[in-house]
């Protein structure tokens, strides 16, 4: 549920990146962040204890415009990637407007990716939310490393529901921000049904 700071005429807008520990969530939110110019971006905040990291910062983007005389701000979140860590995801995922699915493209992950993605429909349906109902995108992140899965197969497993989707490197920005635009512009068109 997006926040509206009357003040400051702001709404204010969650994204959560979701997927398997090591898929890329963190690169990406760091990518976006060095890339942001620093008047258009709160500071970036990394909770980590002794085995798991949560990011977020939140930014204004201005390009965007504005939603009856409001600025929208996005607030960016990561979860931890370890199902361990199931708690800290659940609260994460509280008042989220849109979400990334992060997948690791790699053939040994293909497991942790299916896993990490009933996760987040069971997290998401326990707190009244439904991924299908949701702005959601999905990222096939790592698509320059050697033993990567076809994105048709990918598609056919981690996107039944045909949500768009973008093969990505985050680690040199490859479909980081096109995949942020296309969630961004969901959650936008969202507020602007008033949804």
Request: overall charge neutral.
């Amino acid at each position: 549920m997006s926040f509206i700071n009357y003040s400051s005429r702001e709404i204010n807008c969650k994204l959560v990146y979701y997927g398997p520990g090591l898929c890329g969530k963190t690169t990406n939110l760091q990518y976006i962040y060095n890339k942001t110019k620093p008047d258009a971006k709160g500071k970036m905040i990394s909770l980590a204890t002794e085995t798991e990291r949560t990011l977020f910062f939140d930014f204004l983007p201005l390009s965007l415009g504005e939603i009856r005389g409001f600025k929208t701000r996005f607030h960016l979140y990561t979860v931890p990637g370890q199902v361990f860590y199931d708690a800290s995801r659940k609260l994460i995922l509280k008042g989220v407007d849109g979400v990334c699915f992060v997948a690791d493209s790699q053939m040994e992950r293909m497991e942790a990716n299916i896993e990490s993605l009933e996760n987040l429909r069971d997290n998401l349906t326990e707190q009244g939310y439904d991924l299908d109902k949701l702005p959601y995108v999905v990222q096939y992140n790592k698509r320059d490393l050697p033993s990567v899965v076809p994105v048709e197969e990918l598609s056919e497993v981690l996107n039944s529901t045909r949500v768009p989707e973008f093969e990505g490197v985050a680690t040199t920005g490859v479909g980081v921000f096109d995949t942020l635009k296309a969630l961004a512009k969901q959650v936008l068109t969202e507020l602007r049904k008033g949804g």
